[in-house]
């Protein structure tokens, strides 16, 4: 709950908010969202399929291993939006994103009050919201900012979760209530470690029953199917497992209400006690289904039970684990077919994530799974604004003197090594691969803000405090004015900005600079004008006036003249189409070129 000391982050929360709402139709559609929400389609119809056929629709691409939790949510809630709103989809989605941004921020200042003092996690917070590379891409990625805050809120709730964790001892039950209500609770426990990660197993078990049905072999299935002989067995096995998904969705579904409905009854502190681990848990299988580095949050919450409640903490871990496993798999429908075997094979292609395109990192083009060890390093040190590094090391000196001394910070200096430099290292030293910067990886910048603001929490004269944290939020703030809307393109000083980092870093990777493109020649071109464009062509169609002739790379068509072509300075695209042709407008930032329109 907010409290009186927490106005100044309430009023801030509300300003950013509004702000965010008045320049969410500035920013266009990035490059993968259209995919991103088709494979989210795809995810909601396999509700009604899986039931009925035993089947799940598969996008057939690498998008099956995200986990659609988050996509599946906004897909749902824009189109709801949409008969209220008179806005387009895309804006509505961006819409969500932002607010989901916002709650990022506030799960943020929530964990900073637990280890600074009011004014010191204000100062993170604010420092946090202020980097224009957090800005932009929380009205533009369907992926990492979403991903970011989910695993915030897990954080949060686990942590919170077992501050004061409440008994779910049975203790003054009588016996055989007693013995009940434990021997449920562990079939409920099996069935979700057990049934649901078996399903391949199973699947396996009735395709073997089937095939030794139609050979000859006498067995429960020949007795069933009377004309096993004249069917594929492929049928039957399909038709079996159908039943078998039936019956385990309404057995457990009735299993789970009855042992809700005892514990109720029976036993109501224990009750109340379960209850209290449900957000948890389902913040932390929501987070791994969005992105599969989600469980790194629920090692951070059961290193904390550890340290506070030690072996006592187990069975609530455990249950923390079901819950978590059953939102889990209740969010990502690509698993139901084969559990275990397709959460083992989405963490190896996310491990190893087999992107095709080529990564420009200091003015050299290197595949996604080549890049060098300093690819981290160099951009963390430029991207982020330039007091983020002094406070971080600022503070970390504190902290480690701190420690020595008084045993000062310990939970922070924990927090920073479990958090960010051994995931930052593993990074690094396993080289892996990584591309469009470092977006990937957002979530496990929080401890640097937070190990940063205790430059703040040291300094006790609140004038002082105030102007420290409006000082450093100041390059923030600047940077995301003079961006607006392609904040995410940042790079500070160190890199001489935008326009040294132009033709040597990644710059508009997502291509959300066409729509202002599309803007210019909705105003300009003439009717049924044609249009080529390079690159992604439906980030220009979506805005473009109906009349215009819209074609592209990925078309066979091909237009006698065009009278504009369209091209990203990513991959160096204006330099190759039409190299010769007149340049009639540019779109730019700090002297760093975006996108450009060209007559040929």
């Known amino acids: 709950m907010f409290r009186l000391k927490d106005w100044p982050f309430r009023v801030f929360l509300l300003v950013i908010a509004v702000l965010g709402i008045l320049l969410v139709r500035h920013y266009g559609e990035s490059w993968d969202e259209l995919k991103f929400y088709k494979y989210a389609d795809l995810s909601v119809q396999a509700y009604s399929t899986w039931p009925t056929t035993g089947e799940v629709p598969e996008f057939g691409n690498t998008y099956d291993n995200y986990g659609p939790a988050y996509v599946m949510l906004v897909s749902l809630g824009a189109g709801a939006l949409q008969t209220i709103i008179p806005w387009g989809i895309s804006d509505l989605r961006h819409l969500l994103y932002f607010f989901t941004f916002l ?58 979760l077992f501050d004061h964790p409440r008994p779910l001892s049975l203790n003054g039950l009588p016996s055989r209530s007693k013995r009940t209500l434990l021997v449920l609770t562990a079939l409920w426990l099996a069935s979700v470690f057990v049934l649901f990660l078996g399903v391949g197993l199973i699947h396996s078990w009735i395709d073997s029953a089937v095939r030794a049905a139609a050979a000859g072999e006498p067995n429960l299935v020949s007795r069933i199917a009377s004309d096993i002989d004249k069917v594929e067995p492929e049928v039957y096995t399909q038709r ?48 791994t289904s ?74 050299v083009q290197y595949e996604s799974t080549d890049i060098p060890r300093s690819y981290l390093p160099m951009l963390l040190g430029i991207q982020l604004t330039e007091p983020v590094w002094v406070l971080f090391f600022a503070g970390l000196t504190v902290a480690i003197a701190g420690f020595v001394k ?9 927090l920073t090594l479990v958090w960010f430099a051994l995931p930052l290292a593993g990074f690094i030293l396993s080289r892996t691969p990584l591309y469009d910067n470092f977006r990937q990886i957002f979530f496990i910048l ?56 132009f ?78 042709a007149k340049i009639v407008h540019e779109i730019e930032r700090s002297d760093a070129l975006l996108t450009v329109i060209k007559q040929p």
């Not at 009735?254 to 948890?280: D, E, G, H, N």
């Not at 008084?406 to 924990?414: A, H, I």
């Not at 401890?447 to 100041?474: E, G, H, N, R, S």
């Open 240 to 287: 079996y497992f159908t039943f078998f998904i039936q019956v385990r969705l309404l057995s457990f579904t009735l299993f789970s209400c009855l042992l809700v409905y005892l514990y109720y009854r029976i036993a109501p502190t224990t009750f109340q006690a379960l209850i209290s681990i449900l957000p948890a848990g389902i913040f932390l299988g929501l987070a």
């Open 503 to 580: 033709r040597r870093f990644e710059l508009d990777y997502w291509g959300t600079s066409y729509r202002e493109a599309a803007d210019w020649l909705n105003e300009t071109a003439p009717p049924d004008a044609n249009i080529w464009v390079d690159g992604p062509a439906h980030l220009l169609d979506m805005y473009l006036r109906e009349d215009l002739n819209l074609y592209s790379t990925y078309e066979a068509e091909r237009a006698e003249k065009y009278d504009y072509g369209v091209s990203t300075t990513r991959y160096d695209l204006d330099r190759i189409s039409y190299p010769d």
């Open 290 to 363: 969005i992105r599969i580095l989600g469980p790194l949050a629920g090692l951070l919450a059961a290193l904390y039970a550890f340290r506070k409640n030690g072996t006592k903490a187990v069975p609530i871990l455990l249950i923390y684990a079901g819950i978590a496993l059953a939102a889990m798999y209740a969010t990502w429908p690509y698993l139901w077919p084969d559990p275990a075997g397709r959460f083992v094979e989405s963490l190896q292609v996310m491990s190893q994530y087999p992107w095709p395109g080529q990564v420009l990192f200091n003015g």
């Open 406 to 414: 008084r045993r000062e910070y310990v939970d922070l200096l924990v």
């Open 446 to 501: 929080p401890p640097v803000f937070l190990m940063a603001a205790i430059v703040f929490d040291k300094i006790k004269w609140v004038a002082l405090q105030t102007a420290l944290i409006a000082l450093v939020v100041l390059p923030g703030v600047i940077g995301i004015i003079r961006l607006h809307p392609y904040e995410y393109i940042y790079y500070n000083s160190f890199i001489g900005g935008e326009s040294g980092a």
């Open 103 to 160: 709650i990022g921020i506030w799960a943020f200042y929530a964990l900073a009050k637990r280890w600074l003092s009011q004014t010191a996690a204000f100062g993170a917070t604010v420092l946090f919201t202020a980097q224009p590379l957090f800005w932009g891409h929380a009205f533009i990625s369907p992926k990492d900012i979403p991903f970011l805050t989910f695993f915030l809120l897990s954080l949060l709730c686990g942590l919170r």
